[in-house]
């Protein structure tokens, strides 16, 4: 009796086994893979660019990713969810210059942030109540907010940029703990709680699980609609995050900034084999995509490549990223 | 005379279940030919086969006595072939006509002429009968119109062959009577018609020849002279089917479930029924014959009125699943793929999905807590996998089933769990353990709800079982009456 889960199966299983065999994933061969091509940027790039492998280059990748590498933490588990977020470079915009005004107008810096912060949740509440409540589809619902948030950002600056000179928002950008910027080690924290939470918590579950199919979800007993709701609040969130991180690198905030981040940051996770469709997708793995996306952006630089190619080089990773993720699948657009 | 399509010896295997074994089959032009047989008796997969959706695994079609390998749905159109699908298959956005000429568009260059299409709709509208505005978008009509476009797409084609499955499923009275005269038409001028369909009345009626297939094979196969309901009845499911094998006494406990004048949209009419501790109840109807939305108002997540209801102590229906589930309910949902598992998940996750919350400790998960709980389960549902981590697609049909009775049963506080179709599509023996398994629970003071439209699966399991026809309970039986035949004579 105690065998029973190892016994070989005996009712005959062919049609499924030949099924099993073909849709099988290789995760691990999957993983190397996309290992081997961030080590054979790194070391093309360090052939073609003195530059290329020092610390201080390679800090400088690490600090150009963490804004991007904050919303695609979340992103992932948006996707997983079977949702999509196209509004994050806007929310980022907002919670910037609502920041900004905050600081400028005499808040204490922390306080301003969480006040940007709960803006980004509320933004997130906009598009989730549209999904949820209004059963729009995700991808519809944050093209509107994209603009309609973007609109935003211009309306409450009026249009122009805020200079942010609290040192708050100077030691984010430039103080440095155990050899890493601030900046870097709020990426990596913020890796680090979505993959907990994915992993070890019931709620990261349900996501998988509503994700991967919801009415079977729903029937199991599971919230389908508040995991919905609640995802798109934690991506405006950390997309507000990124954008109080934003300031601080810059110097100012921006109404325009962030603006077409929303690409790179799917372009992130679907490279690191997150599924479009739902139910399927690893926040390590898009950590490992956001590196991607910064050694290709920091090496085009060294080697001067002019702007206009790293756009079209950045269009083409997103292709790129979604034909092999379907190839591995084999599921297409039909 | 050569016939208008014959198969010799077809042959068609799912997964070592041989589902069609060597049919030898004839339809002439001329002949209305009907295919009948119980659910999973294998028409849909020899339809499947003449219509080139399926290749069969060996046997041969021949189609105006040419021998023909289908290689799809439009390689048989080619050939003169046409079916209507039970489920709709139109471009709802689109016109009546456009829908029924879609493909066959008159047109010059490239430029489609709107007026002849309109007139040509027209033209085989009126040969239907049927008064239907060929400007109308189609997602606007009744499904009865629906499925009158459908023929009509199907006659516009001119075919020789043509496949109706359950073509007056969806059809009131006048519009069957339409249909019939449009079959007698299209016969007198040579049409052979393969009509596929529940309702023995109709099919005697209308066919000129007609096939039992039972368990994959042809057990009937006569010219409609004289023929009675009962010679199909008996063919359909086997003379000597047990009337219900023997099973140890019942204990009834209280009453959890009792419903009065549950009325759902036009699907279910003024319904009552009760079930108490200890006893599984059978709800048998034909497919399509409103039990399955029972079920489903049951568990709250159909809406429904009802005079009075008590389930568990709560005095209405639930609102919505997780209602249901707090009060101890459990659903196992007909379409294990689409509503029971998440198939690109383990095994485990999809074991866990319901309990998940039980196990963890403000929301952190207890990795120990949950293997033995997976464990635990799989050893009681005997789930055949090399591991828990493996994801639900590579299972076998009876050990999904498992899982999803595993999954929603994992609480270990089900006081009614309600089923559909528990065992449709799983081998004989994953049926008996999950049979065993309904047991197990009723033993231990649950209720199980049987929905299903397997006349031998109702029969096998259940202590007692009403019967739905056409949205009403038609009849209510004690074990000792529950055969399959003897259902479905009930239900038809």
């Not at chain 1, 079977?216 to 798109?232: D, K, N, S």
């Not at chain 2, 030919?33 to 959706?53: Q, R, W």
């Not at chain 2, 003379?239 to 009834?252: D, I, N």
């Not at chain 2, 056409?470 to 004579?489: D, Q, V, W």
Request: aromatic share 6%; hydrophobic share 50%.
């Amino acid at each position: 009796m105690t065998s029973t889960r190892t016994t070989p199966p005996a009712e005959p299983d062919v049609a499924t086994a030949t099924e099993s065999t073909r849709r099988r994933r290789i995760p691990l061969g999957q993983d190397l893979g996309l290992f081997l091509v961030l080590i054979a940027l790194v070391v093309g790039f360090s052939i073609a660019s003195p530059y290329f492998l020092t610390a201080s280059n390679l800090t400088n990748v690490l600090q150009s990713v963490a804004i991007i590498g904050v919303m695609a933490a979340l992103m992932t588990l948006v996707l997983v969810a079977g949702a999509l977020d196209l509004s994050v470079g806007s929310i980022a915009a907002v919670a910037g210059i609502v920041s900004a005004t905050l600081v400028i107008s005499g808040w204490h810096p922390l306080l301003a942030f969480a006040v940007a912060l709960a803006t980004g949740a509320g933004a997130g509440a906009v598009n989730g109540f549209a999904v949820v409540g209004l059963r729009i589809n995700p991808i519809i619902v944050t093209i509107g907010t994209l603009a309609l948030f973007r609109g935003i950002a211009f309306v409450l600056s009026d249009g122009r940029d805020i200079s942010v000179l609290d040192p708050m928002s100077e030691g984010l950008a430039f103080e440095r703990w155990l050899y890493l910027p601030v900046t870097v080690w709020l990426m990596l924290a913020v890796f680090a709680l979505v993959w907990w939470f994915a992993r070890f918590t019931t709620g990261g579950r349900a996501v998988y699980a509503v994700g991967a199919n919801p009415r079977a979800a729903r029937l199991a007993g599971l919230p389908v609609e508040r995991t919905r709701f609640l995802v798109m609040v934690a991506s405006g969130t950390t997309a507000a995050l990124a954008g109080v991180l934003l300031n601080a690198q810059s110097g100012s905030a921006v109404p325009a900034a962030a603006t077409g981040y929303e690409l790179q940051v799917l372009t992130a996770v679907l490279i690191g084999g997150t599924s479009l469709v739902g139910g399927a997708g690893r926040v390590s793995m898009t950590l490992v995509g956001v590196l991607i996306i910064g050694v290709i952006n920091n090496g085009m630089t060294l080697l001067s490549v002019p702007s206009y190619y790293q756009t079209i080089a950045g269009g083409a990773l997103l292709v790129l990223a979604v034909a092999l993720d379907q190839a591995r699948r084999g599921t297409g657009y039909r | 005379m050569s016939a208008a399509l014959e198969t010799r010896g077809l042959t068609k295997s799912f997964g070592g279940v041989r589902a069609v074994r060597g049919v030898d089959f004839r339809l002439e032009s001329g002949q209305v030919h009907a295919l009948l047989g119980e659910n999973g008796a294998g028409k849909s997969t020899f339809v499947g086969m003449l219509s080139g959706i399926l290749s069969p695994d060996s046997g041969e079609i021949v189609i105006g006595g040419e021998a023909a390998t289908l290689t799809s749905p439009v390689d048989a159109q080619r050939r003169g072939l046409r079916t209507v699908h039970q489920e709709l298959e139109l471009a709802g956005p689109l016109t009546v006509a456009e829908n029924i000429l879609l493909g066959r568009q008159p047109a010059r260059f490239a430029h489609v002429d709107q007026r002849a299409v309109r007139t040509r709709a027209i033209a085989v509208l009126d040969r239907l009968g049927a008064n239907i505005d060929p400007a109308a978008r189609v997602e606007t009509l009744s499904v009865a119109d629906q499925q009158v476009v459908e023929i009509a797409r199907a006659i516009a084609a001119e075919p020789r062959i043509l496949f109706l499955d359950e073509p007056t499923a969806a059809l009131a009275p006048p519009e069957i009577e339409r249909l019939m005269a449009v079959l007698a038409a299209l016969k007198s001028q040579g049409v052979a018609i393969l009509y596929i369909s529940h309702r023995l009345d109709e099919v005697l009626r209308v066919a000129d020849h007609i096939t039992v297939l039972r368990d994959g094979s042809v057990t009937f196969s006569e010219p409609n002279a004289g023929l009675s309901r009962e010679t199909i009845v008996t063919a359909m499911l086997g003379a000597e089917l047990a009337a219900g094998t023997a099973r140890e006494p019942v204990t009834l406990g209280e009453t959890i479930v009792e419903i009065e004048g549950l009325t759902i949209g036009t699907q279910v009419d003024d319904v009552g029924f009760t079930a108490s501790r200890g006893e599984v109840v059978g709800f048998f109807g034909l497919a399509g014959g409103g039990q399955m939305e029972i079920a489903q108002a049951l568990f709250g997540i159909r809406p429904a009125q009802t005079r009075s209801a008590r389930v568990l102590g709560l005095e209405r229906l639930p609102n919505h699943a997780r209602e249901a589930i707090a009060r101890g309910m459990a659903y196992v949902p007909a379409d294990r793929k689409r509503e029971g598992l998440a198939l690109g998940l383990s095994i485990a996750d999809n074991l866990l999905m319901t309990v998940l919350p039980r196990l963890a400790t403000w929301g952190i998960r207890s990795a120990s807590r949950e293997a033995k709980r997976v464990d635990e389960l799989v050893e009681r549902f005997r789930i055949k996998a090399s591991s828990s981590k493996a994801p639900a697609s590579s299972l076998s049909g009876g050990n999904q089933q498992k899982i999803v009775l595993g999954s929603r049963t994992a609480t270990g506080t089900t006081d009614v769990l309600i089923l559909c179709e528990p065992t449709r599509g799983v081998d004989v023996g994953a049926k008996a353990e999950i049979y065993r398994l309904l047991r197990g629970l009723t033993a231990q003071g649950a209720t199980c709800l049987l929905f299903s439209s397997d006349g031998d699966e109702v029969a096998a399991v259940c202590d007692r079982a009403y019967v739905v026809r056409r949205g009403r309970i038609a009849s209510s039986h004690p074990a000792e009456e529950l055969s399959a035949s003897f259902l479905t004579s009930r239900a038809l």
